[in-house]
């Protein structure tokens, strides 16, 4: 089975279960307004500056600051273990326990633990682990694994968790939240009370004091390390920060994203040994405070994450989980796809690295790049960044075990990356569709093979006449001409919608711009680098730098953000360090303006509208591109624009900024989560009450004009540049 | 040791500079730590306390409630109070062990306004526990311990641990925000897990001992 099948098929038993989606959509709603208005109270930008910086000093000096915890550490008693990998962690634990006649574990929240399976190895030799955190208990009752690493059981009911607690407490219990909360504390305290060893992570070292922090709301987490007289901390190297004061912006923005509050219940420094010096039996003193304190300090794999320089800003990561609360798949399909052990989107990336590339291969198949998760991350860790540089290696290792699939390779190997070729293969296509199409522009259903492209939106038949045969090489502006720009079309505009690239360009020779079109212009190299084939990307962006660099246009143009990345940030990158490129690369770059921008930007047009308002505004909403809103961090040209237009009356989507679920390759691979992705997005444009929908990327229009069609939905679909032709006829 | 005495430098002027905004903190202390679940109470007289600490204990049904020393005790007057009431009181560990007092009593080491948390620094396990193990845990805290910021909160937290730990000192602090809380099943809101289902913070006039002490 290739990964996208079995993506495929982990995804389709996801969406089996409409409660994963529905109580991860209700959630979506419900967090972004409560983490907004949890982050008004201070300055995101500079607050998250603070905590990157922090992070990366931290992870710079970790060899250092590795040193000055232990040594801290073991001032105030702690015996320290460094562990290389999960067996020694695992065994250390183990024996440790065993050598203390410890028959009970209790554990406060610890993804290392899971890391590296420990619960299973106490098992093994006969000990008794129990989660105390509400979350952990549940899932473990159920035998399950965590779906999301902030709230375990996000995906189950109250009455699957009243289930749980049936079975757990051997009598019947009601799905009352409040019941079942009471009922896990009567059954935990106990546990807490005779248990011989507490096992928790902690969310951050303190190399100068050899501290170790652990946040809990359920105050679990003191429990943990004081009730029993033998406390182990589990934490991996990353943790390690240099001093108590350096952790302000972590607890601040930890507590505001994970949970929308200003600080969690409990933050506790436990530094040396704290724990009773015996088990606590009732009617019986617990003594001073002399527990052991053990310290597990793992490796397994972020030795080697901090070496990666591609990987290791994911050593940066606080574990807020914001980033799989805001994306949109994650939302569609929950953590058992979208992720491995560690879940979510930071799960997947780390991945490889403590469970190995194979069990990463599959799961970051969900990122359709939209970067919302970027935006939402308060360490600004660029995910998506790091998902494309996995699929570059996952990519060739299979190309290295011949397990890559043929046509797909073709298609991005050889044919996208040739533009009389690509045309060629386009010309063939707009031939073929006849007995399909039967003259209309859309197709509703594809049959056969073909049959994944319409499940969720009609798709646009392939242009009778691409762009580049309609239009001349060169396009004089009528009147005097003042600017000249070189328009890179975008294969989806010249090859599927030539009328909006027709429509740029007439709006542009309106305003007095010439336009240059160099016909040698081909496939920016976009859907090549998205998929992991970086080498062929590098050859495209030479080929495209060498077609757009002898056209005399000032600026280059583009109506296609999406392109518009490739052409400002990831061809510099893709010929960064060879001489002969990176300058022309940087050039081109330099050069390049989305639509919106230009005519904003440079012609200073939206300061005046077209004219006298229509007495009766039809309304119009707008989608942004994610590519425009947070690849080119642009929102505000394309809203100025719109204002200029007299017939409409623009009001806003109450989910700004959501995918619409395109993706590029995503909603051709995976229509079905695409599809609930979209959904969401129709029906956010449908509560507007709009007529038409403006947008600025034809990826978008694509995915949203297909699926209105597809629903039967009168609302129309523009790109702006239609928009603004249409008020210029 | 220079580094703690400049730790200590820092932390002296921020509490100097923190005495003179005393009320404004002070406000902004109570409304954070409401906003957090928490129930304040400013206190004229610490020993007018002890009998509003009965009074709550009475209400909520309570019947054995455990102070961490006889001295914070007696500084509230709580013996009488409660007898008064009709519930028990125990000071320091108790020979009724940890398990059945309903109510906590312990001093907070200091307050941070912005997120309304106290700091409950109990290095000694039987003390500390009656901020974790009874339904309800009341807090007392000092007026002029309450710092503005949570980076002033983080310095006093640092000093505090550093000194402990360059004498090879173990140390146990936390940072108690509200009572505590989950929202693991169904996301609903839930007060009161595994630890106490009511704090109650009773502010006391300066102690006009500098703040760490
Ligand atoms: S880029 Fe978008 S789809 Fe990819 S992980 Fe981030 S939020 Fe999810
Ligand atoms: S990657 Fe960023 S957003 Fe995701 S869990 Fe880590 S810190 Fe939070």
Redesign the pocket.
């Known amino acids: 089975m290739t990964r996208q099948e079995e993506f495929r098929r982990r995804a389709a038993a996801a969406l089996a279960n409409p409660r994963i989606r529905e109580n991860l959509g209700r959630f979506g709603i419900a967090y972004r307004t409560a983490r907004q208005n949890a982050l008004a109270v201070l300055d995101y930008e500079g607050e998250r500056a603070r905590l990157r910086r922090m992070k990366e000093d931290a992870i710079e000096r970790l060899p250092e600051l590795a040193r000055q915890f232990v040594e801290a550490a073991r001032r105030v008693g702690a015996i320290v273990y460094e562990a290389k990998n999960a067996e020694e962690a695992n065994r250390y634990i183990g024996d440790l326990a065993k050598a203390k006649g410890v028959e009970l574990v209790v554990k406060s929240k610890s993804m290392v633990s899971e890391e590296i399976g420990l619960n299973h190895h106490l098992e093994r030799l006969g000990i008794t682990p129990v989660e105390a955190d509400l979350g952990e208990w549940i899932i473990q009752q159920a035998g399950a694994h965590p779906s999301h ?1 902030v709230m375990p059981c996000i995906h189950m009911s109250k009455e699957e968790v009243a289930g749980v607690f049936s079975q757990a407490l051997g009598r019947e219990v009601s799905p009352d939240v409040g019941l079942m909360v009471r009922l896990a504390r009567e059954e935990l305290r106990e546990k807490f009370l005779n248990a011989g060893m507490g096992i928790s992570g902690a969310n951050i070292g303190v190399a100068e004091t050899g501290s170790v922090i652990i946040v809990t709301n359920e105050g679990n987490g003191r429990l943990v390390t004081s009730l029993p007289p033998i406390h182990v901390a589990l934490l991996g190297y990353d943790k390690i920060v240099p001093t108590i004061e350096d952790t302000a912006a972590h607890l601040k923005l ?1 507590a505001k ?2 949970t929308a509050q200003h600080l969690t219940v409990y933050t506790t420094f436990i530094t040396g040994k704290t724990g009773a010096a015996q088990v606590a039996r009732p009617r019986e003193f617990l003594g001073p405070a002399t527990g052991e304190m053990h310290i597990v300090l793992l490796d397994n794999g972020r030795w080697a994450m901090r070496d990666d320089a591609e990987f290791r800003e ?1 050593l ?9 609360n805001v994306c949109p798949t994650y939302r569609v399909v929950g953590g058992h796809v979208f992720g491995h052990i560690y879940t ?3 799960g997947t ?1 780390i991945t490889p690295f403590h469970h190995g590339w194979e069990a990463a291969a599959v799961p970051q198949e969900a990122c359709l790049l939209c970067r919302a ?1 970027v935006d ?6 660029d ?1 998506p960044r790091m998902i494309v540089a996995m699929r570059g290696r996952i990519v060739k290792q299979e190309e290295q075990k011949k397990k890559a699939k043929g046509i797909r390779r073709l298609f991005l190997d050889a044919i996208l990356p040739n533009p009389s070729l690509f045309n060629l293969a386009l010309r063939l296509a707009a031939v073929m569709q006849v007995p399909l199409t039967r003259g209309r522009t859309v197709l509703r259903d594809l049959p056969g093979p073909l049959k994944r492209l319409t499940r969720i939106r009609a798709m646009p038949a392939v242009a009778a006449r691409p762009l580049r045969s309609r239009v001349a090489k060169v396009l004089p502006a009528r009147r005097d001409s003042k600017q000249t720009v070189t328009f890179f079309a975008s294969c989806l505009i010249d090859q599927f919608y030539p009328e909006i690239g027709e429509a740029v360009i007439k709006v542009l020779n309106r305003y007095g711009v010439t336009v240059h079109f160099p016909k040698a212009q081909g496939c920016c190299g976009l859907p090549a680098y998205y998929e992991g084939h970086k080498e062929t990307a590098a050859r495209m962006a030479k080929d495209l730098i060498a077609a757009l660099e002898p056209s005399p246009g000032e600026h280059v143009v583009t109506a296609t953000p999406p392109c518009g990345i490739t052409l400002k940030q990831y061809i510099p990158k893709l010929v960064k360090g060879d001489p002969r490129w990176e300058g022309r690369g940087q050039a081109l770059a330099a050069r390049t303006l989305d639509f919106s921008e230009y005519l904003v930007g440079v012609l200073g047009l939206g300061e005046e509208t077209f004219g006298e308002p229509a007495p009766h505004k039809i309304p119009l909403t707008y989608h942004d591109s994610c590519s425009a809103l947070r690849g080119l961090r642009l929102a505000e040209p394309q809203r100025r624009l719109l204002r200029m237009l007299t017939r409409y009356e623009l009001r806003e989507l109450d989910e700004i900024g959501e995918c619409c679920g395109f993706g590029g390759h995503f909603s051709m691979d995976y229509p079905d989560v695409a599809g609930e992705v979209l959904g969401r997005k129709l029906a956010a444009i449908e509560r507007t009450g709009a007529a038409v929908v403006a947008l600025d990327s034809p990826g978008c229009l694509l995915q949203i004009r297909g699926g209105l069609l597809k629903r039967g939905s009168p609302v129309q679909v523009r790109h702006i540049a239609e928009l603004l032709a249409e008020e210029l006829d | 040791m220079p580094l703690l005495h400049q730790v200590e430098e820092r932390l002296h002027q921020t509490w100097e500079a923190s005495r003179r905004r005393q009320y404004s903190i002070l406000s902004r202390f109570v409304a954070e730590a409401e906003r957090a679940g928490g129930v304040v109470r400013e206190a004229v007289d610490p020993q007018a306390v002890g009998f509003s600490i009965a009074a709550l204990a009475k209400a909520q049904g309570i019947t054995l409630c455990q102070a961490t020393d006889p001295d914070l005790a007696r500084d509230l007057n709580l013996e009488a109070a409660l007898i008064e009431a009709g519930i028990s009181l125990a000071t320091g560990p108790s020979p009724d062990g940890i398990v059945h007092a309903g109510m906590g009593v312990t001093r907070a080491t200091a307050g941070v306004a912005e997120t309304g948390s106290i700091l409950v620094h109990l290095d000694e396990v039987d003390a500390r526990l009656l901020s974790m193990l009874p339904e309800i845990h009341v807090a007392l805290l000092y007026l002029d311990t309450v710092v503005d910021s949570l980076e002033e909160g983080l310095l006093l937290t640092r000093y505090l641990i550093l000194r402990s730990s360059l004498l090879g000192r173990p140390s146990y602090c936390s940072w108690v925000t509200g009572p505590s809380r989950t929202a693991d099943i169904e996301r609903v809101l839930t007060i009161g897990v595994h630890g106490p289902r009511q704090l109650h913070i009773f502010v006391l006039p300066p102690m006009g001992k500098g703040i760490g002490s």
Request: proline share 4%; hydrophobic share 50%; charged share 10%.
């Open positions: 690493s930890l994203t994970a994911a940066y990561c606080v574990r807020c989980a914001s980033c799989a979510g989107v930071i990336v998760c939402a991350c308060p360490v600004e860790i995910l």
